[in-house]
């Protein structure tokens, strides 16, 4: 990935009038690719997805072949231990083609968080929560509303309570950059990635839970993040990469579902620090939205591991590579962020949402590298399916699966679309509100459109994840005038003076 920090980008040129629109018609055409023949094309596909060429790489190799962002294909998880799962989908690869995800009418959404296959709702506490439910299903309304309110409610005390967990978090940073520099090893630096989960842990607990992690077990305060981090990995390594040795990797991660029995006992923590932590919550979820106490529980706890805790812990360290030893950048963050807070006169959403540059850079980060990068959504009936240049059929019941990594970077929506711009979104700069509309990473635009709904299956946090993320990078530059980042550790920071 490249970095172009000073360079700006143009807003994109309107749409051309309707009579050239009309002339340009993309063509119709079959869908190109292959499943290839049973068990050998998903085997064979899986090993390039994971083995040979990487996802990346997979999908960009086939579009090249088929000379087409929509295509026939398969994706992991496949033989030989995956009873049931289908991995036949069709690829949309362009942000047009990409966007039929977003419509409800026609795509479906159960049971398809990643892809065909499912872990076993045991790792849900028997249910299935939100993230499985489709849109016509009544509990995901139910659901749905909770989580939008479960965020309204945290708004007051979402600041204070992520800034004192900050504290926490860089204060330990700094001791421990302060002890291998004393320590005469001839450097000094310290890994954030532990530290940045007990701060994510301690913070969203508090307001996404309302629970203090400080009045919970020693067990879950000094643990809960390492509980959570097995309990996310349990699920989903069949479907990911980690960059372990080949073969061993497709051997004993990929080639079957984990069970649920080693994490157990974890889980069943987890759930009972919710139930004795989060009873105000638990309660609202009772009178106010009708779910059960167990339902509330078991879906809070998916809330705040997979969606909040997962998310942040992929976001903050690619927010944290990005800024890298970057100088030039970091004066221009550093500037903006003291400008506003001085005129705001303090650490707020409002003077954070005055910060354009900030925000461009977060979201050049979430266009990136999305937390999420797959999309999968079912064809609920037979429709047609537009790229940028043709139009497909797509058959009732069809997997489609979209891959963001390669989406965001589409040509003909961002200029430079490989390069990592961090003004690209700023109004003054770059493309602004224009551009957003394309900004995917929330499974939905980042503009535009209805917002989180109970009729829709964006995230809840469309607004809230970068209002957050652009929040720990102010405070960062209202404490520090320089931050060194390098291989996943803090190497120096020079406080602000």
Not at 107 to 112: D, M, S, Y
Not at 191 to 219: H, K, M, V
Request: charged share 20%; aromatic share 12%; net charge neutral.
């Amino acid at each position: 990935m490249m970095m172009k920090s000073l360079a700006s980008v143009a807003p994109l040129t309107p749409p051309p009038p309707p009579s050239q629109a009309a002339a340009a018609a993309p063509r119709r055409v079959e869908i190109p690719g292959s499943h290839g023949w049973p068990v050998i094309g998903p085997l064979s596909d899986r090993l390039d997805y994971f083995w040979f060429e990487g996802p990346n790489r997979f999908f960009e190799k086939r579009i090249e072949k088929y000379k087409s962002t929509v295509f026939r294909t398969n994706v992991p998880p496949a033989f030989p231990f995956f009873a049931g799962v289908n991995p036949n989908v069709v690829a949309v690869l362009d942000v047009k083609s990409f966007s039929h995800l977003f419509d409800m009418e026609i795509v479906e959404k159960a049971n398809v968080l990643v892809g065909d296959f499912m872990p076993d709702v045991s790792f849900t506490g028997g249910l299935r929560v939100c993230a499985y439910l489709d849109t016509s299903e009544p509990k995901h309304a139910q659901v749905k509303d909770f989580s939008l309110d479960i965020l309204k409610r945290s708004s007051k005390t979402w600041i204070p309570s992520m800034v004192t967990s900050l504290d926490a978090m860089l204060d330990s940073v700094e001791a421990k950059i302060s002890t291998t520099a004393a320590g005469g090893s001839g450097g000094s630096s310290a890994s954030y990635f532990i530290p940045l989960q007990q701060f994510l842990f301690s913070f969203l607990s508090r307001t996404l839970l309302g629970a203090d992690t400080s009045a919970a077990s020693p067990e879950i305060q000094n643990s809960g993040h390492v509980m959570i981090d097995k309990w996310l990995a349990f699920q989903l390594l069949p479907t990911i990469s980690i960059n372990l040795i080949q073969p061993l990797e497709e051997i004993f991660l990929h080639s079957f579902a984990f069970p649920f029995w080693p994490i157990k006992s974890d889980y069943q923590k987890l759930v009972n620090f919710i139930e004795n932590e989060a009873k105000e919550t638990l309660e609202i979820a009772q009178r106010d939205f009708g779910l059960t106490k167990e339902e509330a529980a078991h879906n809070l706890l998916f809330i705040l591991g997979f969606n909040a805790f997962g998310g942040f812990s992929i976001l903050l360290p690619n927010l944290l590579t990005n800024l890298g030893n970057n100088k030039e950048l970091q004066e221009q963050l550093r500037k903006e962020v003291r400008e506003k807070l001085t005129a705001a006169d303090g650490l707020s959403f409002d003077s954070v949402k005055q910060m354009d540059l900030v925000n461009s850079f977060v979201y050049e980060t979430l266009r990136m590298k999305p937390p999420v990068p797959c999309q999968f959504g079912r064809a609920r009936k037979d429709f047609d399916l537009s790229s940028h240049d043709a139009v497909y059929k797509v058959k009732k019941g069809e997997l489609l699966c979209g891959y963001q990594p390669i989406v965001m970077r589409d040509s003909r929506i961002f200029e430079k679309a490989d390069e990592f711009v961090f003004d690209r979104f700023s109004k003054e700069r770059g493309g602004g509100e224009e551009l957003l509309k394309y900004l995917f990473w929330s499974n939905g635009p980042q503009r535009g459109g209805s917002g989180p709904s109970a009729g829709n299956k964006q995230c809840s946090g469309r607004d809230m994840v970068p209002l957050t993320a652009a929040v720990f990078l102010a405070y960062l530059f209202r404490r520090y005038d320089e931050i060194e980042v390098s291989s996943g550790s803090i190497t120096a920071l020079k406080k602000a003076e």
